[in-house]
């Protein structure tokens, strides 16, 4: 059985049920989920959820939304599940247990909003994670490959939504670009001045391409080191405009 850890975020006001060894949900999670503009209605997909550290913020975010949350390791499964239940969530929020492209097969066009926090790496380019981590980390899936389920999935001009390493910023364009339009880029740096490490990335299944809109960057800290308004935006459970 593993070991577990029931942490909070939004001030108390989500729960998570996370591994006390391995990976667990960070700023990188809120981050996705300020990332989703609000909504009335609907349902929305995550591929890969791990424990629900994106998701189940979201889902309190967006309290008239339907969420489904698609993990391939079975025992985060269950974590998210287990969060799921800890915040109430079981009429409008569901895990799958899947691998994230065969699962799309069968739910082609069925999503108002699709979004992802893929593993960052590819095979062989960092040291072998530490325990419990290797699914956080390295890809089972190519960028590539996580972009075509994530627009598989997607409605005809549904969003979709990723955040990742901003060193790999030309792999998702490349992805995007095949099978999107109105692709907008927020680079999210700590503080003014330091070089953006992550970025937020969306756009629009189906519509044709065109110029990819790169705006100015999100800093989660001011000059003095102390939270930015966005910054504060994304702990206290509100969305960011971009």
Known sequence: ???????????????????????????????????????????????????????????????????????IDAQMAELAQAGVAANGFEDRVSVEAAEASDWVKRHENRFDLVFANP????????????????????????VAGWVKAMVFAAKPRAPVVLVHRAAELARLLAALDRQTGDITVLPVASRPGEEARRVLVRGRKGLKRGPVRLLAPLYTRDASGGPSEAGLRVTEGHSITW
């Open 119 to 142: 593993p960052y790496f590819e095979p062989g380019r960092i040291s072998p994670p530490g325990e419990g981590k290797a699914g956080a980390y390295i890809e089972s899936l190519d």
């Open 1 to 71: 059985m593993t070991a577990t850890t029931q942490d909070t975020v939004y001030q108390g006001r989500v729960k998570l049920i996370q591994p006390l060894k391995g990976f667990r949900a960070g700023s990188d999670s809120l981050l996705l989920a300020a990332a989703l503009q609000d909504r009335d209605s609907g349902e929305a997909l995550e591929l890969g959820c791990g424990c629900g550290g994106a998701m189940l913020p979201a889902a309190f975010r967006l309290p008239g939304v339907r969420f489904t949350g698609v993990e």
